[in-house]
């Protein structure tokens, strides 16, 4: 898999520049889609490629709070995506809704994937050769809501449309507060799970069971691999291997500039609280303009 994962990762957009609500700069329209231009592109994609792509949009809500997110399909051949001998990858972006950048990252992906865009200096034959043995679900906006406030004006949120981060309303260490915690940013709901956007992702995840899952953020340059919710890694052969593989990525793609390691422990805080599912998966997490967080069997 390591040689597939590089063009998910160095797709190198600036990143937004983010001022305060009184003298805010409107978004650039020509470097951002809007959200609802962008799911609209991205669904005229998916129609345009039947063969290889389908979309589902999936709804739930709680207490007055609806929140809706699109997953879009990829296998070269349509037929086999519920091949389970298939290498399965979850890609997920926008949980932030500040971090724009990340949900024109998504629809890049997904016109490569369409075959609309290339990657320079890639072997079409080989790629496809990969491409054959894998499906991979992506969500390009997983915080719609959250995102809207950010297009709203209000450029600096992160959270949900109701206050809450995504990044810290999963059940693992729910609720614990680190040295560097910030109510306000990291407001983790009423419990694990309390939000529909959660929710809808373990679902995803579980009955997905992906052998990867990549969760792209933006705001550093690192390549983050297990653990996020402590300042430690996993011992044995596949954290040795997922080190391996994010110091090829680092090296090959990054110009050596990210920074590699538990997510928890390379950054001196903890910084995600994703659910450690019962599947027999790692977690990796990248960060580099965009932050990415895998889980590898
Ligand atoms: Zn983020």
Known sequence: MASLLPFFIFASLSLVNAKSNSTFTPINRDLYHSSADLLEQIKALVHRHPDKLTVE??????????????????CRSRKEADDRTKFRILLSFGQHGRELITTELAFRILSILSEEQFLPDVDAASLNNIL??????????????????VEGGDLCERRNGRGV????NWSVDWGKKEKDYDPYEENPGTGPFSEPETQIM??????FDPHIWVNVHSGMEALFMPYDHRNTTPDGAPSEQMRSLLS????????????IGSGGGSVGFVLLKTENLSIQNLLLSIFSRETTTIVVS
């Open 248 to 259: 090829k990525l680092n090296n090959v793609h990054c110009h050596k500039r990210c920074m």
């Open 202 to 207: 373990r679902k995803l995840a579980l009955t």
């Open 132 to 149: 054959d043995k894998l499906v991979i679900k992506v969500v390009p906006m997983e915080n719609v809501n959250g995102r809207k406030l």
């Open 57 to 74: 949009t999936i709804k739930t809500g709680n207490r007055g709070y609806k929140a809706e997110m699109s997953v879009v399909t990829y």
């Open 165 to 168: 981060d995504l990044n810290r």
